[in-house]
């Protein structure tokens, strides 16, 4: 059957996150590995009780086909928070509820990417973002991303050179996938400044931002400030991901209608039971109690995977202290590849992510992505002790 394959399906290959799901299952393994929120973050008897509410107060609204943008209540009121938290002017039609943020991906890959097709990248950037994007066969033009956010000057000699075949601006500037880097406020204003000037679509990914356990939130790049933007919403990371809701923002509402269009054509519309639920679940609950205590949480648990990481790694390697999000970046020694270190770490019974599938055509890179959220302090002191003696023994000299 291989024959009959799609030239872009036949490119994509085994995918890695299955891969490392697969690792990740073994129960005799520390895993680092997945991107999973902890199941403390899931508010579920509050979810057991608007499930109750929404079928008694919409009936059967809450069972039938909807529109493709998403229930006009639940855009409403998301509108309204992004309205009060940021001095933004939104309504209903700036928002488009996608199944989870990694839909939104595709519709953007699907609306503006013809084969060849220019998309600028963070390097490293989010894996499940090439695994979308790649259905569209772009060229990638990753820029480099330092500890203060992106690399300016990089962004700019890329911009110069390639600006007329970029079209889409895909950045994580907050507690990134995979590096738990945030931009600073100065970087940002510098990105806002230079995209200005291109006719690019910025796609201002933030699943992590609502995350943030240490410091100050810096403004976004795009929101409010360029007209060709989008942010990308998820209620993944503070209510559930098995739930499927996320969402695209965007004072350009042309831009929303070409993604709802694209929507309609892959799911016709996002799970509307879901979109109810959590109406119901923001209107009748503290949400902002209940982040905050996912951010107690992962504070903790970011502490506990940075103190053993300073107490059993070997000095030559190194590593990012998120202020939030879910991931810490390590960097091995020059020519040390994680990717062949992974199957000797699994057999000391950890796992972690090797950094080669975050870049684009990076083979043997000598970095590697570890979740601190869903294990508990003991394992992960465990497992990054394991880890620090396996690279003491592989990163010597
Ligand atoms: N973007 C980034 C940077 C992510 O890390 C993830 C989840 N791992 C997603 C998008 C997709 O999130 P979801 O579809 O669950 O909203």
Redesign the pocket.
């Known amino acids: 059957m291989k024959e009959l394959l799609s030239k872009a399906y036949a490119k994509t290959g085994e995918s890695f996150i299955s891969t490392i799901l697969t690792a990740a299952a073994d129960p005799n393994v520390i895993s680092f590995a997945g ?1 999973l929120p902890n199941p403390a973050s899931f508010p579920m008897e509050a979810l057991k009780e608007s499930c109750n509410n929404i079928i008694d107060k919409y009936g059967s609204a809450v069972f039938q086909y909807a529109k493709t943008e998403g229930l006009q209540a639940f855009r409403q009121y998301l509108a309204e928070d992004y309205n009060k938290t940021y001095g933004v002017n939104l309504d209903a039609d700036n928002i488009v509820v996608t199944t ?4 939104a ?1 595709d519709c953007f890959g699907k609306v503006f990417i013809n084969e060849g097709d220019g998309i600028l990248v963070e390097k490293p950037s ?1 894996l ?2 090439f695994q979308a994007f790649d259905q569209y066969c772009p060229e990638y033009y990753p820029v480099t991303l330092n500890d203060d956010g992106l690399d300016i000057e990089e962004l700019e000699e890329t911009l110069e050179k390639y600006g007329d075949k970029i079209k889409l601006a895909y950045l ?1 500037p907050e507690f990134q ?1 995979p590096t738990g880097l945030t931009y600073t406020e100065e970087n940002r204003a510098k990105v806002t400044e230079i995209l200005k000037k291109y006719n690019v679509v910025l796609i201002e ?1 933030d ?1 992590y931002g609502q995350l943030r356990f240490e410091g100050t939130k810096p403004p976004y790049i795009g929101l409010g400030k360029l007209p060709q933007a989008a942010l ?1 919403g ?1 209620f ?1 990371k503070v209510a559930t ?1 098995g739930m ?1 809701v ?1 969402y695209v923002v965007t004072e350009n509402k042309e831009l929303a209608k070409y993604i709802a269009m694209a929507l309609e054509a892959t799911s016709l519309h996002t799970n509307i039971f879901s979109q109810y639920l959590l109406l119901d679940y923001l209107q009748n609950n503290d949400q902002p109690a209940h982040v905050k205590d996912i951010q107690d949480l992962y504070r903790q648990q970011c502490h506990c995977m940075l103190d053993a990481m300073d107490k059993y790694f070997p000095e030559n390697v190194t590593y990012t202290r998120p202020e939030g999000g879910m991931f810490i970046w390590a960097t091995l020694p020059e020519g040390v590849s994680a990717i062949k270190l992974f199957p000797k770490a699994a057999e000391k019974g950890v796992v972690y992510v090797p950094g080669d599938p975050f870049y684009v055509g990076v083979h043997d890179a000598n970095t590697l992505r570890l979740n601190f959220t869903n294990a508990s302090p003991e394992a992960i002191d465990k497992g990054i002790h394991l880890l620090g003696d396996m690279l003491k023994e592989e990163c010597a000299g």
Do not use: C, E, K
């Open positions: 991107g989870g943020s990694q839909q991906l989010y499940g973002a994580i996938n990914d699943p990308l998820t993944s991901p499927r996320g």
